[in-house]
């Protein structure tokens, strides 16, 4: 098959683009970093070097493509995210019904059912809608839950303040993803020609607050290491000293308090997923190599 495959040679694309190469797949990773050119050739695939936001040029990415994974890339810096989330996800409709790709493998969230009250992830509920407008294809989005990675945001205040507090911890459930999981899920769906799922969900593991704290503590050396579940207003000071900006912090409350609530994970838990195979002590150990 000939797949395009979006996110650059990312957390999630270069496994996933390794993977179909090695399964005899013909890719093409699009990347907005002319740098990268050669280490996409270098893995096998063709460079396909501009921006996302130029509709043009996607349309002539997605040229004689048979399949598409299209993932939407954080920018913090957009002052209006819901509107960067829709307009990157007008220009893939708008690519996908020009080209005539047939199969599309959308990178949403957990949490994406709802269309507020889940902070940042609110555009990945509009890209959903837009593409789901496209009749004639065979769509699926992806939702993965929490990603291991995002944990990496709180080694300063474990370092500064000797524990992990947020608007969501202690005892509430945290499910968690590793983006090789991901990318396992969506090389799995990616080539079906015949009946696809509109939704799945993906994710790694399932713990609780407490415990992902407890097995971060051990593999960096503090077994005592608590997630402590912090007030509104001590969280948002939090993180407005680290600098952030207001709106920024807004979104991130919102989104925590949705993991506090059960409210992002409450369709998941309807429908969860066999997890798969990267579980949070596994993860641990990466995080306190980068903790050191």
Not at 47 to 61: M, Q, T, W
Not at 210 to 237: C, F, H, M, N, R
Request: proline share 4%.
């Amino acid at each position: 098959m000939k797949i395009v495959i979006t996110g650059s040679l990312g957390n999630i694309s270069k496994p996933l683009s390794e993977q179909l190469i090695e399964n005899g797949d013909s890719i093409t990773i699009i990347s907005n970093n002319a740098g990268r050119q050669i280490e996409i050739e270098n893995i096998g695939a063709i460079p396909a070097i501009g921006s996302l936001h130029d509709a043009a040029f996607l349309k002539e990415s997605f040229m004689g493509a048979d399949a598409a994974f299209c993932m939407i890339p954080p920018d913090y810096t957009q002052p209006d995210q819901i509107a960067y989330y829709r307009r990157l996800g007008e220009n893939y409709k708008e690519a996908i019904l020009e080209t005539g790709v047939k199969r599309v493998v959308h990178l949403s969230s957990v949490g994406a059912h709802l269309s507020s009250g889940t902070g940042f992830i609110t555009g990945s509920y509009h890209v959903e809608q837009i593409l789901n407008t496209i009749g004639h294809i065979q769509l699926t989005h992806i939702r993965p839950t929490f990603f291991y990675y995002n944990l990496l945001a709180f080694i300063p205040m474990i370092k500064s303040a000797g524990f992990i507090g947020a608007v969501y911890g202690g005892a509430d459930r945290l499910p968690l993803v590793s983006p090789i999981d991901i990318a396992d899920a969506v090389a799995q769906e990616i080539v079906k020609t015949g009946h696809t799922q509109l939704i799945r969900y993906v994710g790694s593991d399932d713990r609780s607050c407490s415990e992902v704290a407890s097995i971060i503590g051990k593999a960096i050396g503090k077994p005592e290491l608590k997630w402590l579940t912090l007030t509104k207003q001590d969280a948002e000071k939090s993180l407005l000293k680290n600098g952030l900006s207001q709106e920024y912090v807004e979104k991130m409350l919102e989104l925590g308090n949705a993991l506090h609530t059960g409210k992002l994970h409450e369709d998941y838990d309807l429908h969860t997923p066999e997890l798969g195979k990267v579980k949070m002590e596994e993860y641990a150990v990466k995080f306190a190599a980068l903790f050191d």
